[in-house]
C-alpha cells in the first residue's frame, strides 16, 4: 500500500537520550517534511526537505537534526531530548498535485 | 510571523446544519496554495480541499466548499449538511509555490450535535 510509514508509533524516552523517528514513503516524493503537534498550536514545521540530498530549517528547528541521503527516506533524530519535546511527531510528503500525505504520527514522550 | 490564522478554537454545530470555519492568511506572493485538513480523535490527517490562488472559482469536494476570498486573504472552509463524522479538528494550510514549505493554523475543534 502506497503512502507513508513512521516508526515508532509512540515512545517513552528519558530525558538526555538520543532518539531517531523513521519516515520511508514509496510514493517517490520529492518534498518531505516533519513537523510536531502541541495542542492549541497545530502544526509546526521542524525541518524540511526539497528533495534527496537538501535539507532546511522550519519554524522550530532547534535540537532536531534530519538527513536526505535518498528519496525515500526522511528520519528525524534528537541528538539528547528535553521534556519540551514531548509532541506528536509527524512525517510528510508533498505530491506533484500539491497534496500533502502524512503518516500515521509519532508520540513521543519525554521524561 | 503567523502566517495562517484561525481564531475560532472551537465550535458546535447542529447535525444537518451548515458550518463555516474561518482561516486567514498572510504572504507577499502572488502564487500559493491553500489547503484545508481534517484530524478526526484517530489522529491522522486527512486532505479535504485545495484552492489554488488564480483559481477563479471556489474549491468545492462533495460536501466541502472553500469560499476563497483573495483581496482578504481568506480562504474559509464550508462543511454543509453537518454529520457526527464531521466532529474533528480542521487545520488550515498555506504553501507559497517559491517556497517548499506549508505552514499550517492552530486549528479549530468542530463538534457535531445530534
Known amino acids: 500500500i502506497a503512502g507513508i510509514t513512521q516508526a515508532p508509533t509512540s515512545q517513552i524516552l528519558a530525558a538526555g537520550r538520543r532518539m531517531t523517528l523513521r519516515c520511508t514513503q514509496d510514493m517517490r516524493h520529492n518534498a518531505m517534511y516533519w513537523y510536531r503537534q502541541d495542542l492549541g498550536l497545530g502544526l509546526r514545521l521542524i525541518h524540511y526537505?526539497?528533495?534527496?540530498?537538501?535539507?532546511g530549517k522550519g519554524e522550530v528547528p532547534d535540537g532536531y537534526s534530519v538527513s536526505r541521503a535518498n528519496t525515500d527516506d526522511f528520519p528525524l533524530t534528537l541528538a539528547s531530548a528535553v521534556p519540551s519535546q514531548t509532541s506528536v511527531y509527524f512525517c510528510a510528503s508533498l505530491s506533484n498535485t500539491g497534496e500533502l500525505f502524512f503518516g500515521e504520527g509519532s508520540r513521543l514522550t519525554v521524561l | 510571523a503567523q502566517k495562517i490564522t484561525q481564531t475560532q478554537p472551537g465550535m458546535f454545530v447542529q447535525e444537518k446544519e451548515a458550518v463555516t470555519l474561518d482561516c486567514t492568511y498572510d504572504t507577499s506572493d502572488q502564487s500559493y496554495g491553500l489547503f484545508w485538513y481534517k484530524q478526526p480523535s484517530s489522529g491522522e490527517m486527512i486532505f479535504l480541499i485545495y484552492?489554488?490562488?488564480?483559481?477563479?472559482q471556489n474549491a468545492t469536494e462533495g460536501r466541502y466548499s472553500l469560499n476563497f476570498q483573495k483581496a482578504r486573504k481568506s480562504a474559509n472552509l464550508v462543511i454543509s449538511a453537518s454529520q457526527l463524522g464531521d466532529s474533528a479538528m480542521y487545520f488550515c494550510a498555506m504553501r507559497e509555490v517559491n517556497d517548499y514549505k506549508l505552514s499550517f493554523g492552530a486549528g479549530t475543534t468542530v463538534t457535531v450535535r445530534a
Open positions: 484552492q489554488g490562488s488564480y483559481d477563479e
Open positions: 526537505s526539497n528533495t534527496a540530498g537538501t535539507t
